[in-house]
């Protein structure tokens, strides 16, 4: 299909309420609508108020913005939610990184490439870290630049200002190879794996896909009512506790949240955090059931306790 100039004009904010109208959406508020126009680009809107369109531009009848506002509302502290988890995680994945790598090789064989899979990702992923190390403006990496050799800081170091992103590359790329250290036996990939409960195939999955949501997260992106780009592996384990609740709708988000809720589980016992969002996912069972992907009786498994 040829590509058309854009011209759709900008919009003032009655404009914009009239157009909402014209779609069937029932404003009773109109100042209400204003000020929520006034602050939250109608264009952000547009992607909540599409799950009551029956058809272009067309909103199913008896739809009202607060109703569409409700939706918003729900995905926002979602939203706070899951990055409040992923970071949690997040930190401890680093922090598990940087001691296994550290105590099992040495401060920097991990860029080795005896280390890597890969050759071509341990050499993106090195000019990705040098890149994150030499913009950083953290005072311990000055300090580690100005005092010490070598072209990049040891691991315990360098993680810290990884992208999570990054980090999820290096993990994947991480060969199992054995210790050279007899006072921590086994390989640094499986260590961190085991940490979490589950095997290193498993991690690489759950890491990536929680790194795209992270970002999604970071950039105040909707997620209620989307599907998943990179999905997680299900677990083969019986013993996982999450492999007979996995949805064979794979790209839905509740997947994903079951992986969260089980790594934040495994980080620390008991978890606020893991409290709250469960307290959070009953209120709003009927939302969770319409737009994440969950089952009709979710809520009835132990796990959800």
């Not at 000019?127 to 990496?141: G, L, P, Q, Y």
Request: glycine content about 4%; overall charge positive; proline content about 4%.
């Amino acid at each position: 299909m040829a590509k058309i100039a854009y011209t759709n004009p900008a919009t003032t904010i009655p404009q914009q309420i009239t157009k909402l109208q014209n779609k069937g959406l029932t404003i009773s508020d109109i100042s209400y609508a204003s000020n929520v126009l006034t602050s939250i680009n109608y264009y952000r809107l547009s992607g909540y108020w599409l799950y009551y369109e029956t058809s272009r531009d067309v909103i199913r009848p008896g739809t009202t913005f607060e109703q569409v506002m409700d939706m918003y509302y729900f995905d926002r502290d979602l939203r706070s939610l899951i990055f409040e988890g992923i970071s949690r995680f997040e930190v401890t994945l680093r922090t598990r990184w940087a001691y296994e790598t550290g105590i099992k090789y040495g401060p920097q064989k991990f860029y080795y490439k005896n280390y890597c899979k890969d050759e071509t990702e341990r050499l993106a992923n090195i000019k990705t870290t040098k890149h994150e190390v030499d913009r950083s403006k953290e005072a311990f990496i000055k300090h580690n630049v100005t005092k010490y050799t070598g072209k990049l800081p040891a691991a315990w170091i360098s993680c810290e200002v990884m992208s999570f992103g990054n980090l999820s590359c290096w993990y994947t790329n991480l060969k199992e190879v054995p210790s050279s250290n007899p006072t921590s036996p086994g390989n640094a990939k499986d260590a961190i794996a085991s940490f979490f409960k589950v095997d290193a195939h498993l991690l690489e999955s759950w890491i990536h896909s929680l790194a795209v949501l992270r970002n999604q997260c970071a950039h105040q992106a909707r997620i209620v009512n989307k599907k998943l780009t990179i999905i997680p592996k299900k677990p083969k384990s019986n013993k996982n506790p999450i492999k007979n609740l996995w949805s064979s709708q794979s790209n839905c988000y509740y997947n994903l949240i079951l992986v969260l809720i089980f790594l934040n589980q495994n980080i620390t016992s008991p978890s606020h955090w893991v409290t709250e969002i469960k307290d959070f996912l009953k209120r709003n069972k009927t939302k969770c059931i319409d737009f994440l992907g969950f089952s009709n009786d979710w809520e009835k498994d132990s796990f959800w306790a």
